[in-house]
């Protein structure tokens, strides 16, 4: 666990942090350590209070809508809803009348932390710099300060960064129509056009064809559609994602819901989320 500079941090807070209530904060990371030292070094500071932790976006996305925070200390790569999915769910579908301020606490490439800056999103990178956390308590309030009064969402500059990021994604070389699933001990190469589908479960992925099933090394469901056809592979639904050309059935569920019959040996149905519906009746003229 990493020890803050002599002065670094309440220092830095002296003056306008003082007397100022403690900013809320919510920290979310994968990793235990970096969870700890963060807050360590955060409440160190003296103006800011750590209401919870979460160990991935999923569980974030309970305790966000729970403790409402003023700030989340947010890792990108996580399994289940990584980082910018998390956000993007956030804006989508409105669970809080604002969205908190984000700051990025990742090991992300240098592209990323410009594109962060440029967009006016404040970021730390690992290993924790007890000065770099100072700054960002600091533009924290300041934000805070500027949008005091106004309830209206301010989600113009993170759209921008998702936008952007996603642009980046896109340009990325072009895909293999191969991947490899683990089996066992075994790593087997899969056509892309023979997977059924993939889920999440307890942090791992699960691939499944009509002949095998196993794991991939992929984190989150995110990484793995970067590698994946998006003319053939849709996510349903954030635990899942398909193959389009092996959905069996489409099964009329309750409330104008639906279910995936699957083309794999179990036949395994797969939920439509509310917000897909609308691309599942546009895929197949429902």
């Known amino acids: 666990m990493a020890t803050p500079l002599t002065g670094s941090i309440s220092d830095s807070s002296a003056g306008s942090g ?3 209530a403690p900013l809320r904060a919510l920290i979310i990371d994968d990793e235990k350590l970096a969870r700890e030292e963060l807050r360590f070094l955060l409440e160190s500071s003296g103006s800011v209070q750590v209401v919870d932790e979460a160990k991935n976006g999923i569980e974030a996305l309970d305790k966000i809508v729970r403790h409402q925070p003023d700030v989340i200390f947010l890792d990108v790569q996580m399994p289940g809803l990584d ?11 409105k669970l809080t009348p604002r969205l908190p301020q984000v700051i990025f606490a990742t090991a992300f490439d240098q592209y990323a932390v410009r594109a962060f800056d440029v967009n006016a999103v404040d970021y730390l990178l690992k290993p924790f710099d007890p000065q770099r956390i100072a700054q960002a308590i ?7 300060a500027e949008i005091r009064g106004d309830e209206r969402p301010r989600e113009a500059e993170m759209a921008a960064l998702l936008d952007m990021l996603e642009r980046h994604r896109s340009a990325a070389p072009q895909k293999t129509s191969k991947l490899i699933v683990q089996v066992q001990n075994r790593l087997l190469l899969a056509d892309q056009s023979e997977i059924c589908f993939a889920a999440i479960e307890d ?3 699960r691939v499944v064809t009509p002949t095998l099933e196993g794991q991939s090394k ?3 469901l995110e990484e793995l559609l970067e590698l ?3 003319q053939m592979f849709w996510r349903a639904h954030r635990g899942f994602v398909v193959n389009i050309n092996h959905i069996r059935e489409v099964v009329p569920w309750f409330k104008s819901s639906y279910q995936l019959r699957m083309n794999d040996r179990a036949r395994t149905e797969i939920p439509v989320s509310r917000a897909q519906t609308r691309r599942l009746r546009e895929l197949f003229r429902i």
Not at 83 to 93: N, P, Q, S, V, Y
Request: aromatic share 4%; glycine share 6%.
């Open 218 to 220: 992929c984190r989150t």
């Open 18 to 20: 003082a007397a100022s």
């Open 83 to 93: 980082g910018f999915a998390l956000i993007r769910h956030l804006m989508d579908h």
């Open 228 to 230: 994946l056809d998006p």
């Open 138 to 144: 600091e533009k924290t309030r300041s934000r805070l």
């Open 203 to 205: 942090g791992e992925i």
